[in-house]
C-alpha cells in the first residue's frame, strides 16, 4: 500500500460541510479542515458503523468475560 | 467569503486560498502569552522539586536512612509531596499553560480576564503548590491517594481551580453554539467534570464516608484525576499540535467522535477497579473492570485516528522535536492504557496488584503520557508566545534523555512487579520478597534521575537564547522540499 | 446554523447551501459545546457516581448494618491518636489494611477483609503498594516491645528492612535509651487494634475462610526472617 504525501493546503478540498465550520478547522493554520472528505468518507455509512461497533463489541465481550472471570 | 486573518507570524506560513466555510472571526484573537509563559516556567522550575522528591523517595527503598531520620523528609510525606506535587506543580501548570495558547485560539475568543489570570497562578503556585508541600512535609496531610494535600489547600484549589474553568469556559460559552473542534470537546469536558468530582474526592472520604463507602468514592476520584483530568488535557493538546504542525487534518472524524464519547462513558466507571477482591460489593468492582477494558478498547481507536493523522510525517517527527514529544507521548498513551486494562482484569490484577508493576504503570501514565504531550504542546507554543525559538538542540538532548530513561524505569519497575508477585504466591518470606527487589530500585533511581536530567535540559532549551544553528529551522529547513515540513516548521517567525 | 445569535457573526455571509455530505444533526449536537459539557461532563459525572457510587454505598450499608458483630467496638482515643499518625506518616502508602480475598493472600495473611471491619475508619487507609506486608492482621502478633523498637529503628529487628525509622515518635533519654512518646503509644495501640475484631467474632462470612475450607493462617512472619 502506497501512502500518498502530505498534502499542502492550497491541495485541501473545501469542506464539503459548508456549516460554519471555523472551529472544526485544524487550529492555527486556519487553513486545514480538519478531516479529509476524499480519503475518509464522512459521515460513514450506516453499514460501516454497524461493522465498527460489531468488531468491538466481539473483541471486547470476550475479553470483559474473561477479565471477571476468576 | 470572510476569512479569518492568520496570526502576524504566521502569515507566511499560510500563504493558503481561503477555504469555504472558514467562519474565524474577523480580528486576531489573542493568545495570552504571558500567562501561558509563566504557568509552562513555573510548572518546569516546579517539576524540578516535585521530581528531586521523587529521587529522595526512590532513594530511601535501598538506603532507608538517606537524608537521615528527619520526620520532615521520611519516605511517606515525601511521598506525598512528590506525587502532588506531579499532578499541582507541573501537570496543571503545564495544561494551564497550553489553554491559555490554545483556548483563544480555537474558541475564537479571549479568555475571561486577564486579572484573573495572574491572580489565578499566583495562587496556585504559592497557595496550592509551595503551601501543600510545605504543610505535607511538616505533618499536615490527608493520607488519601491524589488527595494528601490537607483540607486548607483543598479549599484553595477548588477555588483557584473554579477560576480556571471560568477563565476557559467563558471562551466558549460566548460564542455562538456550533460545533466544536476536537480538542475543545476535551478542554470543555475535563473543566465541567472536574470540580464536582474533586469535592467529593476529596471531602467526603475524609469526612463523611468511612472506609470501604469511602474506598468507593476515593477511587472513582484516584481514577477521575487521572481520567477526566490529566487524559483531556493532555488530548486537547495532541490533537492540537498534530494538525498544527503537520498542517493536514486528523485521520478521521468518526474516529474522533467515537473516541471520545467512548472515553466519556467508560472513563468515569473505572475508578474501583484499584480495589478488587475487597469488600465493596463484588458486581461493583466487575462492571469497573469491564469498563477498563472497554476503555482499552476505545483508547486503541482514540490512538489510531492521531497517529493515522501523522502517516508519511516520519520525518517531520525527527526534525520537529514538538510534535516527536508529542508523538511518542501518544504512543504511550496508547501503552499505558492497553496495560491498564490488562491489569484491572482479575487474573492478572490478582498477581501483580500492589507491586511494582502498577508503579511502572503510573510513571508511563504521567511522566510519559502526560508529560511528553505536555512539553512537546509547550515547546510547540513556546515560539509564539515567548517571541522566540527554544534551543533546538538542548531540546533534543532532552527528548533522547527523557525516552530511554523513562522507558528504562517502567521496563525495570514491571520486570521487578513481576518478580515480586511471583515470590508474594510463592510463600517465600515477605522480607526476601523486599532483598530481591534491590537491584532494580536501584536501576529505578538512576533512571530517575536521569528523567529529571532531562527537565533541566529543556528548561535550559526554553531559556536560553538559540544561535543561529540552534533553532529548528536548520533541521526544517533540510527537507523544505515537503511542503508540509516546511509550514511545519513553528519557529518561521 | 449561521448567525445563531452572536454579533461577531453578522460580519459572515451565510454559508452555502448544505452539500450532501453534511454531517448528521446527532453529530452536529455530539459536537456542541453545551453537549459537550451537559452530556458529557455533567451527565456522566452523575452516571458514574449513581451507578459505582451511591447504588454499592447503600448495599453496603445495609450489609455492614447486618454482619457488624455486636462485640465490635469503634477505635478508643489511644488508638485513634495512632491512626492519626498512621495517616500523616503515609505507612499506608507501603503497607496495605486489607486482606483481598484471594488465596495467596488469605494463605499468607489471614481472613479476607470485611466491610464493617473499617466503619470507623475516616478515611481507609486500604492502600495501593505493599513495599511491607499487610498489617491487618497485625493485632497480637508482635509484643509491643517488638513493635517500638521497630519503629524506633528497624533494622534492629529486621536487618534487611527499608521500613523507615520513626525516632521522632520517642523521646531520647540522657542516658542513651528512648521512651515511646503518646503518638508511639497510640501507634501500636493502632496496631494492636488492627484485625482484632475479627479475631474476637471469628470470620462471619464465607469469606472469612480459606480457599480450601480451612480457617486461615499467616504464614509471612514465622520463623527466622
Known amino acids: ?70 | ?493 | 446554523m449561521s448567525g445563531e445569535g452572536d454579533t461577531d457573526m453578522d460580519a459572515v455571509q451565510d454559508p452555502p447551501p448544505a452539500p450532501p455530505g453534511r454531517p448528521s444533526r446527532l453529530v452536529r449536537m455530539l459536537e456542541r459545546g453545551t453537549t459537550v459539557m451537559l452530556l458529557g461532563g455533567v451527565g456522566s459525572l452523575v452516571l458514574s457516581f449513581l451507578a459505582l457510587g451511591v447504588v454499592p454505598t447503600i448495599e453496603l450499608t445495609h450489609q455492614m448494618n447486618q454482619s457488624t458483630p455486636a462485640s465490635w467496638k469503634p477505635m478508643n482515643a489511644e488508638e485513634q491518636l495512632g491512626f492519626t499518625v498512621y495517616k500523616r506518616e503515609g505507612c499506608a502508602y507501603c503497607h496495605t489494611t486489607f486482606v483481598r480475598d484471594i488465596p495467596s493472600d488469605v494463605a499468607r495473611f489471614g481472613p479476607a477483609g470485611e466491610a464493617w471491619e473499617y466503619r470507623d475508619q475516616y478515611p481507609q487507609q486500604w492502600g495501593t503498594r505493599r513495599v511491607g506486608p499487610d498489617l491487618s492482621r497485625e493485632s497480637g502478633l508482635r509484643s509491643d516491645a517488638w513493635h517500638y523498637a521497630h519503629l524506633y529503628d528497624p533494622r534492629s529487628t529486621v536487618p534487611q528492612s527499608v521500613m523507615p525509622a520513626y525516632p521522632w515518635l520517642f523521646q531520647q533519654q540522657p542516658g542513651g535509651g528512648a521512651v515511646p512518646t503518646e503518638e508511639a503509644r497510640g501507634l501500636v495501640a493502632y496496631l494492636n487494634y488492627l484485625g482484632r475484631a475479627i479475631q474476637v467474632s471469628g470470620a462471619q462470612t464465607e469469606r472469612g475462610r480459606a480457599v480450601d475450607g480451612s480457617t486461615a493462617t499467616r504464614n509471612h512472619d514465622v520463623g527466622p526472617r
Not at chain 2, 481507536?301 to 516527536?324: P, Q
Open chain 1, 1 to 70: 500500500m502506497t501512502i500518498p504525501p502530505p498534502r499542502t493546503t492550497a491541495e485541501l478540498p473545501p469542506d464539503p460541510s459548508g456549516g460554519p465550520s471555523a472551529d472544526r478547522q485544524a487550529p492555527q493554520h486556519g487553513a486545514a479542515t480538519f478531516y479529509d472528505p476524499d480519503r475518509h468518507p464522512w459521515p460513514p455509512n450506516a453499514a460501516q458503523v454497524r461493522l465498527f461497533v460489531l468488531a468491538l463489541a466481539l473483541l471486547g465481550l470476550p475479553l470483559a468475560w474473561w477479565a471477571v472471570s476468576r
Open chain 2, 1 to 493: 467569503m470572510t476569512v479569518h486573518a492568520p496570526p502576524p507570524e504566521t502569515a507566511t506560513a499560510t500563504t493558503a486560498t481561503p477555504v469555504v466555510g472558514t467562519h474565524l472571526p474577523p480580528e486576531p484573537t489573542s493568545v495570552e502569552s504571558d500567562l501561558a509563559r509563566a504557568h509552562a516556567i513555573a510548572g518546569l522550575v516546579l517539576l524540578l522539586g516535585a521530581a528531586a522528591f521523587g529521587i529522595m523517595v526512590a532513594t530511601k527503598f535501598t538506603a532507608p536512612q538517606f537524608l537521615g531520620d528527619r520526620a520532615a523528609l521520611t519516605w511517606g510525606r515525601l511521598r506525598f509531596a512528590h506525587t502532588q506535587g506531579i499532578l499541582y506543580a507541573w501537570l496543571m501548570n503545564g495544561f494551564f499553560a497550553f489553554a491559555y495558547y490554545a483556548v483563544p485560539t480555537l474558541s475564537g475568543r479571549p479568555v475571561l480576564s486577564r486579572a484573573l489570570g495572574w491572580w489565578l497562578f499566583w495562587i496556585w503556585n504559592v497557595g496550592v503548590v509551595l503551601l501543600g508541600w510545605v504543610m505535607v512535609l511538616s505533618g499536615t496531610s490527608q493520607s488519601v491517594e491524589w488527595g494528601e494535600f490537607p483540607i486548607v489547600v483543598d479549599v484553595i484549589t477548588l477555588g483557584a481551580f473554579l477560576g480556571f474553568v471560568a477563565q476557559f469556559l467563558a471562551p466558549y460559552l460566548r460564542r455562538p453554539r456550533a460545533g466544536l473542534y476536537v480538542a475543545s470537546w476535551y478542554y470543555a469536558l475535563a473543566l465541567t467534570f472536574t470540580p464536582v468530582a474533586f469535592v467529593i474526592g476529596q471531602f467526603v472520604p475524609e469526612y463523611f464516608a468511612p472506609g470501604a463507602i469511602g474506598a468507593i468514592l476515593s477511587g472513582l476520584w484516584i481514577h477521575d484525576a487521572v481520567g477526566l483530568l490529566v487524559t483531556p488535557m493532555s488530548l486537547a493538546i495532541a490533537y492540537y499540535v498534530i494538525p498544527a504542525v503537520t498542517g493536514r487534518p486528523i485521520f478521521s472524524h468518526f474516529m474522533s467522535l467515537t473516541g471520545f464519547w467512548g472515553l466519556v462513558f467508560f472513563y468515569p466507571l473505572n475508578g474501583i477497579h484499584h480495589y478488587v477482591f475487597s469488600p465493596i460489593p463484588m458486581h461493583t468492582q466487575q462492571i469497573a473492570i469491564m469498563a477498563s477494558i472497554f476503555m482499552g478498547l476505545t483508547v486503541i481507536v482514540l490512538v489510531a485516528n492521531l497517529l493515522l493523522s501523522l502517516r508519511g510525517c516520519a520525518r517531520l517527527t525527527m526534525s520537529n522535536v514538538a510534535l516527536r514529544f508529542v508523538w511518542v507521548g501518544t504512543v504511550f498513551y496508547l501503552l499505558v492504557s492497553l496495560q491498564g486494562s490488562f491489569q484491572a482484569a482479575m487474573p492478572v490484577q490478582e498477581q501483580i496488584h500492589f507491586t511494582d508493576f502498577v508503579i511502572g504503570h503510573s510513571h508511563l501514565a504521567m511522566a510519559g503520557f502526560a508529560t511528553f504531550i505536555i512539553i512537546g504542546g509547550i515547546l510547540h507554543a513556546w515560539p509564539r508566545i515567548a517571541g522566540r525559538p527554544f534551543h533546538a538542540r538542548y531540546a533534543h538532548w532532552a527528548f533522547w534523555v527523557a525516552t530511554i530513561a523513562l522507558v528504562t524505569m517502567v521496563g525495570d519497575l514491571t520486570i521487578v512487579g513481576m518478580q515480586q508477585a511471583g515470590m508474594w504466591i510463592s510463600g517465600a518470606s515477605w522480607i526476601d520478597s523486599v532483598v530481591a527487589s534491590r537491584s532494580a530500585w536501584m536501576i529505578r533511581t538512576v533512571s530517575g534521575t536521569f528523567l529529571a536530567v532531562a527537565f533541566v535540559l529543556l528548561l535550559v532549551a526554553l531559556l536560553r537564547r538559540p544561535g543561529a544553528e540552534d533553532t529548528e529551522e536548520a533541521p526544517a529547513g533540510a527537507v523544505t522540499s515537503e511542503p508540509v515540513a516546511a509550514r511545519g516548521a513553528v519557529v518561521s517567525a
